[in-house]
């Protein structure tokens, strides 16, 4: 099983709304990752947990705020977003370290989201 | 620096004939590399994956791929392509240092029924 679930599927909000988004794997793996997608363009990654510690933080706005409850969960909590911020966010997670070259990152379906 | 290209927007393939998606592809140490596909309004599917050994590797959907490393490519074939398989296809590296993948820019696929 290489499922990963994201909720919702689609969240329309406005740009002083409080939201998250929610991403959950069963697949034992330690790693989990939150990517923004705009369309036709490839995923650009936004941060990376590691065994639930933040591992990369790509320079993400603070209006993005991830979290990580246990090694199966991980949210990613919106505040004050702008219409720019509309994309596809996509969740993913591998088996993390000491996988090492074995590691390869399994995808979420995505959230729509659109900020008005 | 890591990276990869593929330098065909969108490749145009009429169905039953063989496809051939490229990626090239750019790193300093050993080459970790993927392909995945994305439906429309979908996640990313991964479909194959070259770590080392045979350079011919097989995957998901009757794809497989072609490792060479005088080229430094990495394409993406299929003998006999369905319609079913329209979609945007990623190459992506992996720097074995850390955690980070980087995908190409994408490859729209179209099938012609």
């Known amino acids: 099983d290489t499922e990963v679930t994201q909720t919702p599927k689609h969240l329309v909000m406005g740009m002083t709304n409080k939201k998250s988004l929610k991403c959950e794997q069963h697949?034992?793996?330690?790693?989990m990752y939150w990517y923004k997608q705009k369309a036709k363009k490839p995923p650009e990654l936004m941060f990376v947990y590691s065994y639930e510690k933040l591992s990369i933080n790509e320079s993400v706005p603070s209006r993005f705020s991830p979290e990580c409850p246990n090694s199966s969960l991980l949210n990613l909590h919106l505040h004050a977003l702008q219409p720019e911020d509309s994309a596809l966010y996509l969740c993913?997670?591998?088996?993390?370290?000491?996988?090492?070259?074995?590691?390869?990152?399994?995808f979420g379906p995505g959230t729509r989201l659109t900020v008005l | 620096a890591q990276s990869v290209a593929q330098p065909e927007d969108q490749v145009n393939v009429a169905e039953g004939n063989p496809l051939t998606v490229k990626c090239t592809y750019s790193?300093?140490?050993?080459?970790?590399l993927f392909w995945y596909v994305q439906y429309p309004n979908r996640g990313l599917q991964f479909l194959l994956k070259?770590?080392?050994?045979?350079?011919l590797v097989k995957g998901s959907y009757g794809f497989e791929a072609e490792f060479n490393k005088s080229q430094t490519s990495f394409h993406l074939k299929k003998p006999s392509a369905l319609v079913s398989d329209s979609a945007l296809y990623f190459c992506a590296v992996r720097d074995g240092r850390d955690d980070k993948i980087i995908f190409g820019k994408g490859t729209r696929l179209h099938i012609l029924p």
């Open positions: 790193v300093s140490g050993n080459p970790y």
């Open positions: 070259y770590i080392t050994g045979d350079n």
């Open positions: 697949m034992g793996h330690r790693a």
């Open positions: 993913a997670s591998s088996q993390g370290p000491p996988s090492g070259r074995l590691d390869t990152q399994y």
